[in-house]
């Protein structure tokens, strides 16, 4: 009796779990926001050539970084 | 006489002296990094793309020419206009704030509020604005003598 409950229950935490990793993946993503004069922010087609650019530049400017103190 | 400005970690072409002291955007932008401890590193440009301060940890070579790329960029998307840019990538974030005359850039690791990092950014710029209002006011006042 009890074992679709449990089947029920271990699908759950399965789906909760599979989620947490969708969601991690996704903040993790590479993304470019831009905000035009105050108004709505709007990520950026990440295909876009503009998108792209940004950031080229911007893991150039981060990748090439040296992990040195802050002065 | 006119002295050349310095750009913090931008070494000057044919020094023959020492560097000059910190000016006024370097200062401002020492500020910004004191500011919030998110930021790494800070640039600000005209919007012409001229590198006018730098300081933080940044890539040692071709920074005035990245700093035109970023400009270019911007200015691409929104001429003119006021533009906040936030950028993430694999191992951080690039912030851009284009308004008025100047774009200023930081740089910051993954885990932060673009908000807050806009608010710093936005209230370093009104600063240094307000900075060189005061300072024509004052060549001005001691001109009209």
Partial sequence: MSRPRQRGLLGGYAEEVAAAMRRRRDVRRPRVRIRVAHGEARVLDEDSQAAGRLLALAREMLDEREEAPRD | MIAKRHVVGVPAEGAILRPMPAT????????????????RAALLMDRDGALLAAVGSLPSGGLP???RRVVAEVESLAPGETVEVDVF???????V??????VMV??????????????????VLRDIDRAAAAEERREAAGTSK
């Fill in chain 2, 89 to 95: 990538a694999t191992r951080g974030a690039l912030f």
């Fill in chain 2, 106 to 123: 930081c740089t910051t690791n993954r885990t932060v509020n673009p908000g807050l990092i806009f608010y710093d950014m936005h209230a």
């Fill in chain 2, 24 to 39: 006024a955007h370097d200062l401002a932008l020492r500020y910004l990094l004191e500011l919030s401890a998110d930021i």
């Fill in chain 2, 65 to 67: 020419e990245r700093a």
């Fill in chain 2, 97 to 102: 704030l284009a308004e008025d005359s100047r």
